[in-house]
Structure formats: C-alpha cells, structure tokens
C-alpha cells in the first residue's frame, strides 16, 4: 500500500513553508529515516525523512513551491527497490538550451548560481528531467567556461595594430550588479525588525561594566570548570545569562510582553540567545534559564550554536522566549542599539570588551571594560525602570558572587 509523505505540522506563528530542495528523485529508492526533502520556513529549515524502506512513486511539490503544514509532497511505494535499468528506458536527449530553461523552473541552488555569476543560461545543457537545468549542471559549465583561453585563436593570432586611440587603462568598464531573491528566513527577518521600529516605542540605555572580576573567576576555573563539566568552556554569556535572570525577578515589567490592550507578566525566565548564521540571525531560546547552572547554560547556548549553524534548529527551540540577550562584541562591536524582538519589551546587548582608562577612589586605573546597551518598549518600560535594571545586571557582573546569593 502506497504511504504518502507529508510536511511536518505547522506551529500557528508559521503559516506556510516552502520546497527548498529535493534530495531523491522520482524512481529513486530510498531508506527508512534518510533525508528526502527540506522545507524552508520562515524560522527554520525543516527536514523531512522517509518513513520506511521503498521508492518514490510520484512527487507532488516542485521545488519552490509554498505549501501548507501537513501538505501531501510525495508518493512512496514501500519495500520497493528501483530498478537498474530505469535510466535506459529514455534515449539520450540533446542539450536543451535557452528557449526551454525558464529559470523559475530550476531549483534554489541553482537560480542562485545563475543569478550570483550572470550567467546566459541558454548556454548551458540541461542534463534533469524535461531538460531542466540542474546545480550540476551549472557548476560543470562554470568549471568548463574557466578552463577556457581567455583569448578566441582569432584574436591571438592577429597582428597587433598601431592606433592612436586612447584606450582607457582605469576600471572596466562594465558595471556589474546582481540582483538575487531574499530567503523565506530572511524576509521574515527584514518583516519582523520592521514591525519592532514601527509598532514599538523603542528606546535604549547605556552603561558600562567592569569586566576584571568576572575575567579573574574565569581564568581562575576555567580548566578546572572545563574538566569538571565534561568539556563545556566557562564563557561570558552564561553570567549575562543569570544577571539577567535576577534582573528580571526584580523588574518583571522588563520580562513582561504587549498582547493587544493587555500586559502580560510571565512568571519564568525563558532567555532568547541571538545566534548569527549564514542564513541570518536566529534567537533560540533557553526554557527556565533562571534554574540553570553556568555550566547548563553554556553548554546549551554551544549545542544550540552549532545546531543553528547546521540548520538543525526545530521550531520549538525557535518560539517564546521573554527577554533577549545579543552578543555584538564577538564580532568587535563597541557600541550598539539592539532592536527589540516582539512581542518582548527588553533586549540586552554585549559588547567589547576593551581597556580604558577609569578613575577609581581618585586614582587612574587601566580595566577591561564593556558598555552594556537595554532596548526596551517604552509603552510599558518606564526609562527609570530601564535604567535600574541595566544597573542591577552591571552590579551583578561587577560582583559575579552575588549572582550565586541572589543578592
């Protein structure tokens, strides 16, 4: 009996998703829990598998097609083995050029190609089905084209010719530009930072944090920390982490969230962890941060890194979270002003850490310091409130020791 292969069920905040490859082809055989077709949405890339052994029958979504949750994508026959000689049933076809390679017919990878390198497409042979231009296809032809003399025979073997023309020696003249096509994530990205500049009342304040006391711990237990909690490294954000955390229990306005004319106050600490990406910034988020140790903490914000990194992030680790925090300085940022990720009301941001000249007790004194910024929605957040807050998380980093008393 023919098993039909469905996207994944949708949480309500993603509408719809979108074909963003295949990686079996009709005919192809296929094994139980092995990759078939990844979905892209707005939040992450979804991966859906093969339910059992078998070969697929018939395929129901294009690539870069939108779809529904729970939409049919593929037939798949189980037990089924393709057979060997499927590919000679069709007799060689001859390159199928321009006229017939629409490139909204290709796949993802490979319009991005066309797009990213200019290429004439009516160029290329395409070797899929229906003469459809693949990936492989485009990167054999690029490969070929660079292999190429850069000079025709013609115009090698012609004797040069003295002209008194003035031929510019300065940048080509050819202006080239590219113009490619944003990503479900990334457009959902640009939406959402929009809405937070339009519908929020956003504000920022600043301090600035000595960083020597948390730097001393650090150095102090790192290797005996590392050691201790099977690998995982003692880093920055995990005090940030629980500063926050105890910031929060005593300013909940700056924890709460704006659901229409109503406040929300939420009585735990889910903490969003910005993570950047080559698809663009994700905010996975650490369920009850506030019952976490440093060492949880930290070796959650690694896992959830290098899941982010390898497109393994699930929506549940995408959705809620209470507050923000954002690291900039990882990338040497001084000084910024996070934006707001709603419906939260508040987002802290790290910076570098940097040596500067402070007066202590009357005295001059080099220390490692970090300016400290708190976005927030002045709709709720009154900037006193704001502005203790940020003080209570410098006080805190500044004395790592009361984070562990809450005091």
């Known amino acids: ?94 390159p199928v050029t321009g006229a017939d390679n629409d490139p909204a017919l290709m796949g993802p990878a490979a319009r991005q190609l066309v797009e990213e390198h200019g290429l004439d497409i009516s160029q290329i042979a395409g070797s899929g089905k229906g003469g459809r231009i693949t990936k492989e296809d485009i990167l054999k032809f690029m490969k070929t084209a660079d292999a190429a003399p850069s000079a025709t025979p013609a115009a090698a073997s012609a004797p040069a010719q003295a002209s008194t023309d003035y031929v510019p020696t300065g940048p080509s003249s050819e202006r080239i530009e590219k113009r490619v096509p944003m990503t479900r994530m990334r457009a959902r990205i640009a939406e959402r930072l929009l809405e937070a500049t339009q519908q929020t009342a956003m504000l920022s304040t600043f301090n600035e944090v000595n960083m020597a006391p948390v730097m001393a711990l650090r150095s102090k237990y790192k290797d005996q920390f590392e050691k201790t909690h099977n690998g995982t490294r003692l880093g920055f954000m995990g005090f940030f982490v629980k500063a926050a955390c105890e910031a929060l229990k005593r300013f909940p306005q700056v924890n709460a969230s704006i659901d229409g004319s109503d406040v929300v106050y939420h009585g735990y600490q889910d903490i969003g962890v910005a993570v950047s990406t080559d698809g663009g910034l994700v905010v996975p988020v650490l369920r009850d941060a506030d019952f976490m140790s440093l060492a949880d903490i930290e070796a959650a914000i690694k896992d959830l890194g290098l899941r982010a990194k390898a497109n393994k992030l699930t929506i549940e680790d995408m959705t809620g979270g209470t507050f923000t925090v954002t690291n900039g300085g990882v990338f040497g940022s001084l000084l910024s002003t996070p934006i707001l990720n709603p419906p939260q009301t508040g987002i802290l941001g790290m910076h570098k850490i940097q040596e500067r000249p402070m007066a202590v007790n009357g005295e001059v004194v080099v220390l490692p310091m970090m300016y400290l910024a708190l976005s927030y929605d002045h709709r709720l957040i009154d900037g006193k409130t704001a502005v203790q807050f940020l003080v209570a998380v410098k006080d805190l980093i500044e004395d790592p020791a009361r984070i562990l008393l809450q005091l």
């Open 1 to 94: 009996m023919a098993i039909e292969l469905k996207a994944p069920a949708f949480p309500e905040s993603v509408a719809d998703g979108e074909i963003a490859a295949w990686h079996k082809q009709e005919g192809e055989s296929v094994a139980r829990d092995e990759l078939i077709v990844e979905i892209e949405t707005d939040k992450v890339v979804m991966e859906v598998v093969a339910p059992e052994d078998g070969v697929i029958e018939k395929i129901l979504a294009a690539e870069g097609e939108t779809i529904e949750s729970e939409a049919l994508l593929a037939i798949i026959q189980p037990g089924a083995v393709a057979s060997a000689s499927a590919p000679a049933v069709e007799s060689p076809a001859e």
